[in-house]
């Protein structure tokens, strides 16, 4: 019987091997940047990509036509890696999604003969829209990580890290309805709701004085009016509010409505707000996991930190699926530290050499973090102990 080692070894020759084929479908999908939902290609690349290599791929999982299930293998230990391969409107890959997704279907493929050796199974679960419409968010309530162990996906960034800080996150949309009226002839009868998101605005702003640590809250006025001459009849925004603590944010969400509800007070436009379905969860990190993952980088030379004090507090839907199944959201360097995510510099970097580096490096890691898993029954365990122990 191959000993884990041995299939360390192999499983970094496969992504060797097929390095040229796993950087040529990475550029790809860099070059031909969909939105959430809209990710048909890379999707369709992805999924040929695994059935060519002998994984079982099932389009459309959840009722959403960009999502995809691959397994190879059956059995438990079920070892998930988790795809990403949205990208910005306008920017493009400036999340650096495409390597989210080579990097999850390289390691996948790596580490089949860990499967083939040991029993278990290697999946690639392919998740749309993580930037605006939180796919597995959705996925996860429509079951999509059950009867799965261990969840690992490697995110782009500027520094090598083992673990996410990512806050729970709401979206909130609002509007305001007044009343049209010339705004010099007859401003008195008219209503402002303008005014009202202004009001709105001010309100959360002295909110945000007093609140606690690790929230956020931030808004966009998506309708603002249209002719000056006019009083706005109609005014709209979005809204994310977010904080580290699920509990804390249900009570922020209530204050941050009565901000609204106070303006529609003050200025007498109706208020018509919805919160978003998808509501991100904060970042579970597996700890035993990211020492895995850690201990792997470092045999091919990538000294990774298990957290950093400086590190930013995002929000992720991976926060959703870590609360369900032992999960890791590592970061690789692909960037210099003043090149900011969601910036052209940052859509440059997804597509340039150690932009490639940081995939082939990070697809190597979460193959062997597989292997780990597949080939000792004591990790696995230890990994769930982990889980379970948080999760009382
Ligand atoms: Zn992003
Ligand atoms: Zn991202």
Redesign the pocket.
């Known amino acids: 019987m191959k000993t884990s080692a041995e299939l360390k070894s192999a499983a970094i020759a496969a992504i060797e091997k097929n390095e040229k084929e796993l950087t040529d479908l990475c550029l790809k999908i860099h070059s031909n940047p969909e939105t959430g939902f809209q990710e048909h290609k890379a999707c369709g690349w992805l999924c040929r990509y695994l059935e060519k290599n002998g994984f079982t791929v099932e389009h459309g999982i959840c009722d959403l036509p960009t999502a995809f299930r691959a397994a190879y293998g059956s059995g438990r230990p079920a070892v998930a890696m988790i795809a990403?391969y949205d990208a910005l409107p306008q920017l493009g890959h400036a999340?650096?999604?495409n390597l989210?997704a080579t990097i999850a279907v390289g390691a996948a493929v790596a580490s089949k003969a860990a499967v083939d050796e040991y029993g278990g199974s290697i999946m690639v679960i392919g998740t749309p829209a993580?930037?605006i419409h939180g796919g597995k968010v959705i996925m996860a309530q429509r079951g999509a990580f059950s009867n799965t162990d261990a969840a690992m996906m490697v995110?782009p960034s500027t520094n090598d890290t083992a673990t996410t800080k990512a806050l729970a996150c709401a979206s909130l949309d609002v509007e305001f309805i007044g009343r049209e009226a010339h705004s010099a002839a007859h401003p008195e009868e008219g209503i402002n709701a303008l005014e009202a998101m202004l009001l709105a605005f001010a309100a959360v702003n002295s909110l945000r004085q007093h609140t606690k640590d690790r929230s956020r809250i931030h808004g966009i006025i998506t309708d603002g009016g249209q002719v000056v001459n006019v009083v706005p009849a109609h005014s709209a925004a979005s809204f994310l509010v977010r904080s580290g603590d699920e509990a804390y944010l249900e009570e922020l969400k209530k204050k941050v409505l009565d901000c609204f509800k106070g303006a529609a007070a003050a200025s007498g436009a109706r208020l018509e707000y919805s919160w978003g379905e998808a509501q991100y969860a904060p970042m579970k990190n597996n700890i035993t996991l990211a020492k895995l993952y850690i201990a792997n980088m470092q045999t091919i030379g990538r000294e990774v930190k298990l957290t950093r004090p400086d590190q930013s507090f995002g929000s992720?839907d991976m926060g959703n699926v870590s609360q369900l199944v032992p999960g890791i959201h590592t970061s690789v360097a692909i960037a210099p530290g003043d090149v900011s995510?969601h910036s052209p510099g940052f859509a440059a970097a997804a597509a340039s050499e150690s932009g490639i580096q940081g995939m082939v490096d990070a697809a190597k890691a979460l193959a062997m973090t597989a292997v780990d898993l597949l080939a000792d029954p004591q990790i696995a365990a230890g990994v769930k102990k982990e889980f379970d122990k948080n999760s009382r």
Do not use: A, L, P, V
């Open positions: 990403e999340c650096g999604h989210i993580e930037e995110h992720t995510i």
